[in-house]
């Protein structure tokens, strides 16, 4: 047998059925994932109903109408002018709703970006080096991760003053030690690949295998967590402004609205329905796509 | 000497992104009464999932067809509650990780006499007894002691000892053994083969030997099935398939290994790489990397012909 | 053993450090005079340099930091300047309503939670784990506050069965419970069955077939036994959060606990509170986490043995 | 202040910091007049028959106790239980604003006005059995007066003989107290006062142990454990402390209270008082409707009915014919700063005059409140019911936009409003913001907690706010002298106002003792103040509690505090 | 074959054992304990033992990915253990490594010629991408795959070609030593003999130099020139591998090749079957390391470390049996 014979050039390892048109591979794919898709049809229109919201709104979220309250002072329900009734000031609850949609989309990303950024930071530079590095950083983490984010949003926000931008600062800047915890974990375990240390074998310095090699390997469960929290950090926003200590009126957030929704709620329970949907149905929609990103990352559950 | 187990065409299909892919396929084979089967291929060829079969411990989703007859009862037609007293008492099984199959939150005593309480109706006292008669016939030193000790405490070597002990607790007609040395040491592999033939003789065991290893094959085995891509393509006994091996592949496979003696030539490998489950070639599956392969291989797999007494071969080359 | 749980302390120790440093910057973040809270806004001024004094809040950094510890070392919290009452007093007066609520939401969560959970994995991929699991996705999505005016409104307010919220018998503590256990069973749920399917992948579970065990016998004996462990462990750090993180459920059934008393301080920056409420969360956190693992090490051998 | 449902301004203000905020409301009567009907009654409480003794009543309080000390509470919660466990020199007689004789069997005044002799009674006792003496007020007025106290009553005695001095720390000894006897008691103030018997009704000028003080450990300031004034006291009144703690607070009666009411009965009637505290009032008012809670209302850190639920009171006929109302002397306010910020421009100010429409504030308020047209509530003595027209404004936002470009502010301005975080507030800031949207003015909020909110208020930072002022006896001068003298500035007038012929008039009847004159003055003042407008007074409030049909002897107070000691209960026996 | 491209020089890797609270060095897992040879340019040094014996950590050693705890390496005469970090990062480009595991040796998110190039970009070799590229694609030739695959990920490709590309990565820096660690242990048997002879067939081509670490014994005998035996990070023997086969002389050998089973029904061997597990490397035994298991233990063995000898030409030995 010749001995510069190989293998015969093989079979690609799934070899490429004749192309499917694309529509029918995003439906096939619609139907193994539906919840992803779900997540992302709610995402998409909590974005559209943000952006949108000057356009579509009926009215100005903060336009008190007089005949938003009755003679004596109480919220009039949904109706033709109010679809989604009045609020305690005779507002329209759909205008606020929507308008509420930017804040919470806002405060959710950006606080995650933040997170993000320093929950990896923190995770890799310990996870890679280890040692007391790793000790010192983590120690750092289980001091943070002690504090319970809402509690202590609550005392941050309290000393900073209330305001969009230090809720959005003070759940960013406390709210990375699950990520560092997540990020830290796989590296560890992508560390010991070997496909790390023949980078390392090749003479590759320490910052290009930290984030040219481990980090694009483990940006599968990064997605899949900071998907998530975002949903997480809407509620805790929502939780924020409901104990009065978040969004400060009139910029409408849902937990402002379902705060002042608990003043009415027994004579107009509509002030407390629908922000708290649009706050069940904006989280849900951040689960439903981080589930589903897990699941489709997830290489038990791919073809190949 | 009866047939202790008879397989007969075997199908085994997998669902795999919606479609069933047939993993094995008329796979027949017998094993007699005290007698040790080889069924020996490379990975991916079938030989764990027929063995995972007879014990019906595949999971879903899996298509099963054909018929398993195990002293002449077909085993894919019991109910579970029967099948549930054939496992572990009847035939019995052990793995290849030995790191792994123990449970590691019990101890070693409580899951031999796991089997024992199960199937043969003793009381803790005696089953503890009988674990550590157990535990002393596969050889662990200080059964009293190990008995009462978690599985991380033991070596690798220990612990394929001990699952041993637990597929021979009920001293069962039949045990699969499947690739139960793979992940040891030569050394250790030594005293593991050494232990499986003790203690299959005293008890009157037959064996089922999954393996990848022909060494192994050839040290353990009366007679000897060898698989490729989900199908047997050829069997009889160990000296008549390593002496005068027939199939192309059983051939490649002997000429591609590196000998401990002899002079040293240059290998022979077999040309290509095994197919996968989606991808399964027409005819007969060895044909693209065959270097006798003819037309009709290409297009229709053969038959079983029968080479000499007991030893047949799935060959076109053969046909006549 | 007692080595790894000497280290666990050690490094407990280590971060209780942290967080006192962190709770002790927090006077220094908060933009009110402690001097000036105590005396009143109308004082005058001598006398709030008096207290200012008195308080040791003229000497340096360090040193302040040096008497804070040592003041908390011998359980002197300070006193709040709202009430005038020890910090700590007030602490553990607020301390058992809020053990008992953090008790009935952990129960209710892994009462709903861990049967659901068994229940899915053992139904992976049939109707019954997707419906589950759509509940699940839905519970953790729902703002415990609002979830909890909704059981208000429907179960105290217009149908009044249960009390519209305060602490007190077992009546009190039903919606609360509830309300949390909705929202949190689903994070059980969804850990259990993940750890159980990758439990149901192990070599040992096969082993138990292989044995002749049934499925129940696999699922309990071999699987849950398992499957528990990282279960237990988040049972443990959940039970310290909610501890001491209940301000949602307390102020939404106005259950007047340790969330009540750290949420009024921190309105009216009451600044010994905070710290004391502050403190004792992250300690509760810091100790909990050792018992789970202490506990971890119990139900894991190969932990109790390494 | 309560965690969750914290009320509106009226609350804010009267959890009040010093001297002149205090809460208001009625008083514990003198002696032998039963639970008698008052003008503001709505016929639910007429006693009927002979009081009956004993029994217990739970009331919800939204917030916790500050300070138990009479010479260091100065919030309307602490001030309504201190009350009730203190005895004072004189007191309101009961739902009127006349004052009587308490401790002091008599009293007289001298001609000029500057010497006040109290004849004490000879059977008071405090709870533990020591005598109360003449040395007992003297020893509280030391306290209150102590420069190292700081306590917030300072101000109502300054203007006793040698009291600036000793509250200086010039001196050690108050020249204008003495005791001629024990259970005589000569005070010589430095000028005459008009309103000073006033200021002796406050529990600030109650009879304390020292003895007993010194012994649990004085209050000086900060120190580690000042049981005296958190968890201990020891008055003489008709109530003892049972327990206190945050939860809760129980009084139980003092059997051996020297009062006795016409029908020669030991009072007070009942044997014990529990106050949940709960700061939910949401959940106060399902208590009550439950019937767990003998009435909901009054001063226990709250303003009434919670707003949350009025309008469910005032839609169910049962519930509405047990609740009762009344004219609060109180005012809710915005206040413009004169020196700071486009307020100093007096145009702009009285732009906002016109600009907010009291009117639909108080629909917001469920219609409780009565619109406010000048400082002072028409229950005070002072009244101006003849204000100038140019000390009016009526709700019309084209007169404002038109005064705002006289003011050169064409295209509009942004002014920053300050104020306390509550729900109900941060709705009125909202409406004021919206109001004032219409006219081009926007409204930058800047809300916080009442701590903080006052800091900058009372520094005088403020350029606009809302804030309250609830009486601390009904004087005028406890609202225009405070208020506006710009000798108050900033921290009690927040507007920074500052006028000089105010300022003359003020002084000129602060120690006027003819009272016609001093109404007269006080309208001038009043008239110049709204034609400067320095204040936007939104509403007077209107007061409303509920009371069960089987308590007895309620009513609402003009002055004071809560007169539990003559309320009874009697379930077989039920009004309405 | 007379220039000694390395030479180990009593090489030891001790790992801490920590224990306690405060983590505490109690003691040491003499993974590699005093091992010394030398390689020739253009030879295989085979190295076998069992789980445990060293050998993937003396490779690791030998290229510092392990710093070793002591010992020399001379590579072409310089001690390469005293290189400051940046030296050693450009000496890589002379050794390179081939691990065991084709699955996890290359990044899943690198495409194939991402992986190739990688080794390139970091040693700053052939200045565009357009002559990386196309290297790229003569090392995929060169290891027997087509060029095309170099846009194709890992996941795409069975675990012969992986290996082969595992190799080419190797080659890509014209390394002069190749450490091959387990290189085919988790192929398959007929891809297995692929992989070996195109490792033949490259150090005929390029000159390279090899050390082969295996477990399985007739791998071994197939490629090496020489074969050294460890246990328990101890050196036993080290010989020519015929020689090795033809006459083990540490009763370790012996038993090792005794106990490999032959693909041969009819082989009559004599089987020693050796009792007991190994020993732990963080415990081992005093003396000769192997005196517990050994059939032909003496008294001495307990107490003594054998000497390294040369009982015959070029045949070292480290036992009591030949002193």
Known sequence: MAAMQFETPPAPAEAAPPAKPFTRKFWKSVRDFPMLYLGALIIVLLILAAVLAPVISPHNPTTQFSDGLTESGIPVGPSAKFPLGADN??????????????????????????????????????????????????????????????????????VLGPSLWNVLFAIGVLGWGTMARVVRGQVLAVKEFEYVQAERALGASNTRIMFRVILPNIIGPVIVLSTLNVGQNILVEAGLSFLGIGIQPPTPSWGNMIEAGMQTYQVAPWTLWFPGLALVIAVLGFNLLGDGLRDILDPRNTQH | ???????????????????????????????????????????????????????????????????????????????????????????????????????????????????????????????????????????????????????????????????????????????????????????????????????????????????????????????????????????GPVRQIFRNP???????????????????????????????????????????????????????????????????VRCWLHAE | ??????????????????????????????????????????????????????????????????????????????????????????????????????????????????????????????????????????????????????????????????????????????LPSLTYGITGAAYYTRLLKSSMLEVMQQDYVRTARAKGAGESRVTFRHVVRNALIPVVTFAGIDFSYLLTGVVLVEATFNWNGFGSLAYTAIQNLDVPVIMGTVLLVAVAVVLFNLIVDILYSVIDPRIRYS | MSVFWKKGAAVAASVGTLALVLAGCGASSSNNTTGTSNTSSTGTNTAAGKPVEGGQVTLDMIQNIRDLDPALEFDTASNEIVSQMYDQLVTWKNGTTDIVPMAAEKYSISKDGLTYTFHLRKNMKFWNGDPVTAQSFIDEFYRVLSPNMGSGGQGFYEIIQGADQYAAGKTDKISGLSAPDPYTLVIKLSKPEAFFLQALTLPFASAVDKKFIESVGNHQVYKKNPTFDSTQAMGSGPFELQTINSNQIVLKKNPNYWRTDSYGQKLPYLSKITFNINNNDQVDALHFQQGQTAWIGWNFGGDGIP?????????????????????????????????????????????????????????????????????????????????????????????????????????????????????????????????????????????????????????????????????????????????????QAPVNNCTNYSNPQVDKWLNQAQYSDDQNERNQLYAKVTDQVMEDAAWVPIYYDVFTAAVQPWVHGFYIPKAGTDPLATIWIDKSHQKG | MAEALLQVEDLKKYFPIRRGVFQRTVGHVRAVDGISFTVQKGETLGVVGESGCGKSTMGRSILRLIEPTSGVVNFEGRNIVRLRKGQMQAMRRQMQLVFQDPYASLNPRFSIAQTLMEPMIIHNLYGSREERLDRVRRLLERVGLDADYARRYPHEFSGGQRQRIGIARALAVDPKLIILDEPVAALDVSVQSQVLNLLEDLQEELGLTYIFIAHDLSVVRHISDRILVLYLGRMMELVEAEELFADPLHPYTQALLSAVPVPDPDAKRERIILQGDLPSPANPPSGCPFHTRCPVAKPVCRERAPQWKEIKPKHYVACHAYA
């Open chain 4, 307 to 487: 707003s949350s639920a009025y309008p469910q009171f005032m839609s169910n006929p049962n519930l509405k014919k047990l609740t009762v109302s009344a004219v609060q002397n109180s005012v809710q306010y915005v206040g413009l700063n004169t020196k700071l910020g486009p307020t100093k421009n007096k145009l702009v100010r009285q732009a906002i005059e016109y600009a907010i429409d009291k009117q639909a504030i108080i629909k917001l308020n469920n219609g409780r409140g009565k619109v406010a047209n000048q400082p002072l509530p028409p229950g005070v003595v002072g009244y101006d019911n003849n204000l100038s027209p140019q000390a009016q404004y009526t709700y019309d936002p084209n007169k404002a936009k038109q005064l705002l470009k006289q003011a050169g502010y064409p295209h509009g301005l942004t002014i920053d409003m300050y104020s306390e975080n509550s729900p109900d507030q941060v709705k009125f800031d909202q409406a004021v913001q919206g109001q004032l949207a219409k006219v081009g003015i926007k409204v930058k909020l800047h809300t916080s907690s009442w701590g903080t909110f006052l800091n900058v208020a009372e520094a005088g930072k403020a350029p606009m706010f809302w804030l309250a002022w609830i009486q601390d006896f009904p004087d005028a001068s406890d609202f225009l002298n405070t208020l506006f003298n710009s000798s």
């Open chain 2, 246 to 312: 027939q199939h192309p592949y059983t051939q490649g496979l002997l000429a591609s290994l590196p000998k401990v003696d002899g002079p040293r030539t240059r290998l022979q490998p077999i040309e290509g790489n095994v197919p996968s489950l989606k991808n399964m070639p027409q005819g007969c599956r060895f044909a693209p990397r065959c270097r006798r392969a003819m037309d009709v291989c290409r297009q229709r797999d053969a038959d079983f012909h029968l080479v000499e007494d007991a030893h047949r």
């Open chain 2, 1 to 235: 000497m009866g047939n202790i187990l008879e397989v007969e065409n075997l199908n085994i299909q997998f669902r795999l992104d919606e479609k069933y892919y047939t993993a094995v396929q008329d796979v027949s084979f017998s094993i007699r009464e005290g007698e040790t089967l080889g069924l020996v291929g490379e990975s991916g060829c079938g030989k764990s999932v027929t063995s995972l079969s007879i014990m019906r411990l595949l999971q879903p989703p899996t298509q099963i067809s054909g018929q398993i007859r195990y002293q002449g009862k077909n085993l894919l037609d019991l109910p579970e509650k029967q099948m549930r007293s054939i496992r572990g008492n009847e035939i019995s099984m052990i793995f290849q990780e030995p790191m792994t199959s123990l449970n590691p939150v019990h101890r070693i005593g409580t899951q031999i006499s796991e089997s024992l309480i199960l199937h043969k109706d003793l009381s803790g006292k005696q089953a503890r007894q009988e674990t550590i008669r157990l535990l002393q016939s596969v050889g662990i030193p200080r059964p009293e002691q190990i008995v009462d000790e978690f599985p991380h405490q033991l070596s690798g070597g220990m612990r394929q000892r001990v699952m041993i002990a637990i597929a021979m607790a009920c001293k069962p007609q039949l045990l699969i053994a499947d690739e139960p040395t793979t992940a040891l040491d030569v050394t250790i592999q030594a005293q593991i083969l050494d232990l499986m033939r003790k203690v299959a003789r005293e008890n009157r065991t037959s064996i089922l030997l999954i393996t990848h290893d022909l060494g192994v094959v050839a040290e353990m085995c009366d007679r000897v099935a060898v698989m490729y891509a989900g199908r047997i393509v050829e069997e």
């Open chain 1, 89 to 158: 000031l005779g507002r329209d609850i759909l205008s606020r709703v929507l308008y509420g949609a930017q804040v919470s989309l806002l405060v959710g990303v950006i606080s995650t970006v933040i997170n993000l950024v320093l929950g990896v930071l923190v995770g890799t530079v310990a996870g890679y080096f280890g040692g007391w590095v790793d000790n010192v950083l983590m120690r750092v983490t289980d001091v943070i991760l002690a504090f319970p984010l809402l509690l202590f949003a609550m005392a941050l926000v309290a």
């Open chain 3, 1 to 174: 053993m007692y080595a790894y749980i000497l280290r666990r302390l050690f490094s407990a120790v280590i971060v209780l450090f942290g967080i006192s440093v962190v709770t002790f910057l927090l006077i220094y973040a908060i933009p009110a005079d402690p001097a000036r809270m105590i005396a009143g806004p109308k004082a005058p001024e001598s006398v709030v340099l008096t207290i200012r004094h008195q308080l040791g809040l003229d000497q340096p950094l360090p040193l302040q930091y040096i008497h804070y510890v040592w003041r908390l070392l011998h359980g002197d919290l300070g006193t709040s300047y709202t009430y005038n009452l020890p910090v700590a007093t007030m602490i553990v007066q607020r301390l058992w309503p809020t053990a008992e609520l953090a008790l009935g939401c952990w129960l209710a969560e892994l009462i709903i939670g861990i049967p659901l959970g068994i229940y899915t994995a053992r139904h992976a991929r049939r109707l019954g784990d997707y419906i589950v699991s759509a509940l699940a996705l839905i519970g953790i999505s729902l703002p415990l506050f609002w979830l909890g005016l909704l059981l208000l409104y429907w179960l105290a307010y217009q149908v009044p069965i249960f009390p519209l919220g305060g602490f007190g018998g077992l009546r009190y503590l039903i």
